[in-house]
């Protein structure tokens, strides 16, 4: 099984950040940063709200807005579909994981993102077809604006 984490660590009204890191010979290794739509404290489904923690499976699937094949989470069918994809900023997450690089001057905005995304959309993709499972774990460490 391939296990990637994805620690939360700035909450602002507006997005969360991340670092996406990979399980690689017993270690967690940093892989990018992370850019997702806030996480609204209602119960009910919103669908431009992050994912609560927890331990996902992916997938890879067909992305109707970006006309391109990403990862998936699995758990999320139907409306609720979320994947991990490029993006450069906050209006850009939809619900879904960007990464990339943030840039330390301009806040909540990603650079690199499509570079890391066919990284991962490879690597990912690769793995399942090897008959891998690959493991998303997600956390939040409170860190809040």
Known sequence: MERYWLKRKFYAANYVIGKLHKFVEGEWRFVCDTLESPIKSNKEYQPFTALPEGSYSLDYSFNSVHNKYEPRIKEFEGLRKRYITHGHNARATQG???VGD???SQ???????????????????DYLNDGELVQLIINDIKWRV
Request: hydrophobic residues 50%.
């Open 96 to 98: 879904n994981i960007l």
């Open 107 to 125: 806040v909540g905005v990603l650079v690199r993102s499509q570079e890391h995304s066919a990284r991962l959309n490879r690597e990912i993709r």
């Open 102 to 104: 943030l840039i330390a």
